[in-house]
């Protein structure tokens, strides 16, 4: 079992800055990947960025290539997104998700554990 907890979203102005966390608690191999996903009103879930555990490898949907950077803690129990740049179109519920597949990239359906989420609002 895996257990996600995210926080630090919040509401900001287009331009703006924020940083969401997740702390990831129970088997490691459960977790050997982790990745934000988002859902925005009326539109699928889709995938944000993902870091292998292990090494640190990380992966960028493209639209946020450039904006967004995912990390982790050295004790590999915190993975992070910072975003940048915000633009009205991030305004999304961001959710974090476990992987125990090695390079389960941003498949949806590679991911077993996901937390409540944690609502990102961008004001234009």
């Known amino acids: 079992q895996v257990q996600l907890v995210e926080s630090g979203g919040g509401s900001v102005q287009a331009g703006g800055s924020l940083r969401l966390s997740c702390a990831a608690s129970?088997?490691?191999?459960?977790?050997?990947?982790l990745a934000w996903f988002r859902q925005a009103p009326g539109k699928e879930r889709e995938g944000v960025a993902t870091i292998y555990s292990n090494d640190g490898t990380t992966y960028y949907a493209d639209s946020e290539k450039g904006r967004f950077t995912i990390s982790q803690d050295n004790a590999k129990t915190t993975v992070y997104l910072q975003m940048n740049s915000l633009k009205p179109e991030d305004t999304a519920m961001y959710y974090c998700?476990?992987?125990?597949?090695?390079?389960?990239?941003?498949?949806?359906?590679?991911?077993?554990?996901w937390g409540q989420g944690t609502q990102v609002t961008v004001s234009s």
């Open positions: 129970g088997d490691t191999n459960s977790r050997r990947a």
């Open positions: 998700a476990a992987s125990s597949r090695r390079w389960p990239g941003l498949i949806f359906a590679q991911y077993a554990y």
